[in-house]
C-alpha cells in the first residue's frame, strides 16, 4: 500500500494484528472458506488501528449459526491442463500437478447460545524439472519439488446473554516441502523444509449502555520453520 511494502503494512484477523514480527509477513494464513469478510483501509487510519503506515487488511471470519450448513470443493490442475511454460535459466519444468481440497461446516452446538465452524484446505503441489546442461560445469540432475500439508481453522462463538458475545478461533498450519531447489541445486544441495504455524484469537463484545460498548480481544501467534537436507540426498 502506498509504497511502504511489507514493512509498512499491517494484517489483521477479527481485529488483531496476524502479522509476523520477524518477517513482516501475513502470518499463518486462513483457509479460504473461513473468511467472512475482507476490509482494506489504505488511508485515514482511526485510532484503532496502530503499527501500520501504508494500509492494512482486516480479515473477519465466518461464524456458526442455527442452521446446520457445509461445503466441499476440490480444486485440480496440472501441466497437462495448462499452456506450455518458457524456459527457465537452469532447469525446465517437465509436469506439474495442484490438488487442493477444501472443507466447511457450521451449526448450532445450543440453538441461539452457541455455535462452531471449521474449515480445512488441503496442499498437495508437485513440480518436475528435467536435467540441465550447465556450459563449463556439467550437468543438472532433474528432480521435483513437492510440497503437501493443511491448514485448518476452527471457530465457537456463544452468546452469554443478548448484550455479551465471546467468540474462540484457532488456525493451523502444516506444511512439507521435498526437493527444495530441484530447479537449480544439485541432489547434494538440496533440502527437505517444514513449517508449522498457529494462531489462536480470542474475542469479546458486550452493549453496556445505550452509548457504552466494550470490546476485548487477545490473541497467541507461533511459527516453526526447519530444513533439513534432502532424504534423497546419499
Known amino acids: 500500500f502506498r509504497g511502504e511494502g511489507q514493512y509498512g503494512d499491517n494484517y489483521l484477523v477479527d481485529g488483531l494484528t496476524g502479522r509476523n514480527p ?30 501500520v503506515l501504508g494500509g492494512l487488511m482486516n480479515v473477519t471470519t465466518r461464524s456458526g449459526s442455527n442452521v446446520l450448513a457445509g461445503d466441499f470443493s476440490y480444486i485440480y490442475t496440472s501441466s497437462g491442463l495448462a499452456s506450455s511454460s518458457e524456459p527457465t535459466l537452469l532447469a525446465q519444468p ?25 474449515s480445512l484446505d488441503g496442499t498437495n503441489l508437485a513440480t518436475s524439472y528435467a536435467a540441465a546442461e550447465l556450459p563449463g560445469i556439467g550437468t543438472l540432475p532433474g528432480g521435483t519439488e513437492d510440497k503437501s500439508g493443511y491448514t485448518g481453522f476452527a471457530k465457537l ?12 478461533n484457532y488456525t493451523y498450519q502444516n506444511l512439507t516441502t521435498e526437493g527444495v531447489g530441484a530447479s537449480s541445486a544439485t541432489p547434494e544441495a538440496r533440502q527437505s523444509a517444514d513449517h508449522t ?20 480481544k487477545g490473541g497467541y501467534t507461533k511459527e516453526n520453520d526447519a530444513t533439513f537436507p534432502s532424504q534423497s540426498a546419499d
Open 22 to 51: 520477524n518477517n513482516y509477513t501475513p502470518g499463518t494464513p486462513i483457509p479460504l472458506g473461513a473468511i467472512q469478510e475482507v476490509q482494506i483501509v489504505s488511508d485515514g487510519f482511526s485510532p484503532e488501528y496502530g503499527e
Open 197 to 216: 504455524s498457529e494462531r489462536l484469537r480470542i474475542n469479546y463484545q458486550g452493549i453496556l449502555g445505550p452509548r457504552t460498548v466494550l470490546e476485548l
Open 157 to 168: 462463538t456463544t452468546a452469554i446473554t443478548p448484550n455479551h458475545n465471546l467468540s474462540f
Open 94 to 118: 517437465t509436469g506439474f500437478h495442484d490438488a487442493s481440497p477444501q472443507f466447511t461446516i457450521g451449526g448450532p452446538i445450543l440453538k441461539d447460545k452457541l455455535w462452531y465452524f471449521a
